[in-house]
């Protein structure tokens, strides 16, 4: 396997369950595990799996975009999403604005857009970002997007579930605040993790390797899930597909 698709195949499975996955423009990743989620259900003839990429003709149920996609999202008819972001802190804020004091910010980013409505009304958000260092996973954001925990009282329905990079899969407790280290990608350790995290987390008693794929998975993956992926992601499919390629050659 590539690391790439053992990303993918541990997002899928994170997202085991869902009926209706909504994936941003942008995250060729997040969008190939829930294809792969699809195409599982549908090759065992269990309930079909719903899936909205924004920016995408084939796979997408919305005709106005983001406005169809917060209205879904408020009446409760979208289980997972993901988010990322330029800072992500060990109480599951993120920050898509920029570094630095804002308004002030030396390094501007996109902006938060609808992350903040998002975190609190999708039941499972999973938090993305492939590099893992201390300059992304940080002890505390400069700028809170979209907040990983609210007050007592405040009504919140969705919120974090887990943070995946390219070393290792987090579980979020809500309760305490904090991410708990579960798997470890091959070739990490557990010290080598906490170097290139900025943020204190726990680590689960039965922390261990991130299971790898099944061939059933692979398949799905390097077949119908591959194909899929050219129509919104043409440049991310071709690279893939290159780097599997690349591994069946070596």
Known sequence: ?????????????????????????????????????????????????????????????????????????????????????????????INLVGTGDYP???????GSFGSAYLYFV?????????????????????????????DPGVYRKGGPYALLTSKALFM????????RLVHMHPGQALADIQAATGFTFDVDPAVSETPPPDEAALALLRGRVLEELHETYPDFAAQLGKEISALASA
């Open 122 to 150: 999708v039941p499972k958000v999973i938090l993305f970002r492939e590099e893992h260092s201390p300059r992304v996973l940080v002890d505390k954001v400069d700028f809170i997007s979209a907040p990983g925990v609210s």
């Open 104 to 110: 002030t910010s030396s390094v501007r980013w996109p």
């Open 1 to 93: 396997m590539t690391p790439r698709e053992l990303l993918i195949v541990t997002i899928a499975t994170l997202l085991d369950g869902a009926r209706h996955v909504a994936v941003g423009a942008s995250s060729p990743i997040p969008a190939a595990a829930a294809m792969l989620l699809r195409a599982r259900k549908e090759k065992a003839g269990q309930a079909p799996v719903r899936l909205s990429i924004l920016g995408s003709v084939k796979h997408n149920l919305f005709t106005n975009g983001s406005v169809e996609l917060f209205d879904c999202a408020g009446q409760g008819r979208i289980d997972a999403f993901f988010l990322g972001g330029g800072q992500i802190d060990g109480q599951a804020n």
């Open 172 to 179: 979020f407790d809500a309760e305490r605040a904090r991410f």
